[in-house]
């Protein structure tokens, strides 16, 4: 395995090319962080620390339907998204096995996956009124699809719903012991914002009227 200069990035096949060899680099225990990575060496170029080169490790993730985000990938860590739901993906970018692959090295910050985004707007695209109507009682009703994950059928209004909580009695720091039943009266249902607030259950996040066209 090779080693590499941190600063210049010079590759050496082995420390007898560089100089002040490891445990005999000079101010070593002031270069290093506690509990970082031990160097190798020091680069004869320009001085800095030589490290053995790492091997990136490789994670797979598969996709069958839905969204795939990374969250956190270290430095030193692949993630390569292979994403069988292939709708709005150009037919050549497809590999043999009918994925779509994208990959993702190193980065320590949300990320969202591009290939998932053009998914989700031509999702979008698609919830236009004339596909998306469906006949109930005689009424028209638009089936409504998240704007984030493209989910449909899955929006939800956040309501307001009183209920009565039976008590078993009251203890003698004064805290109440709850019966364990709640009665809902759904009379009194009502949104809890005005103007109205909605949540998708498939990805949990919220919207107002105006995102969903309503």
């Not at 998204?81 to 970018?93: F, N, S, V």
């Not at 003698?172 to 249902?189: K, N």
Request: charge should be negative.
């Amino acid at each position: 395995m090779n080693i590499v200069c941190d600063n210049c990035g010079r590759v050496f096949a082995n420390t007898a090319e560089c100089r002040h060899v490891f445990p005999d680099i000079p101010d070593l225990l002031v270069r290093i962080e506690p509990g970082g990575t031990v160097p190798c060496a020091e680069c004869p170029d320009c001085g800095a620390l030589v490290y053995m080169e790492q091997e990136s490790d490789k994670v797979v993730v598969i996709v069958r339907g839905g969204v795939a985000e990374v969250a956190n990938c270290p430095e030193g860590v692949v993630v390569e998204i292979r994403d069988y739901d292939t709708d709005g993906c150009d037919k050549d970018k497809l590999e043999e096995d009918g994925a779509c692959v994208a990959t993702y090295e190193g980065k320590n910050e949300r990320k969202e996956i591009e290939l998932m985004k053009s998914k989700r707007n031509k999702r979008k695209a698609d919830a236009s009124p004339a596909k998306k109507v469906q006949k109930a009682g005689g009424d028209t009703v638009r089936s409504l699809v998240c704007p984030k994950c493209g989910t449909s059928d899955r929006m939800a209004q956040i309501d307001l719903i009183p209920g009565y909580a039976r008590i078993g009695g009251v203890k003698e720091d004064g805290s109440l012991e709850w019966a364990g039943q709640t009665e809902v009266d759904w009379d009194m249902q009502r949104p809890t914002s005005n103007p109205r607030e909605f949540v998708c259950l498939a990805c949990n996040e919220k919207f107002g009227s105006k995102a969903l066209g309503i």
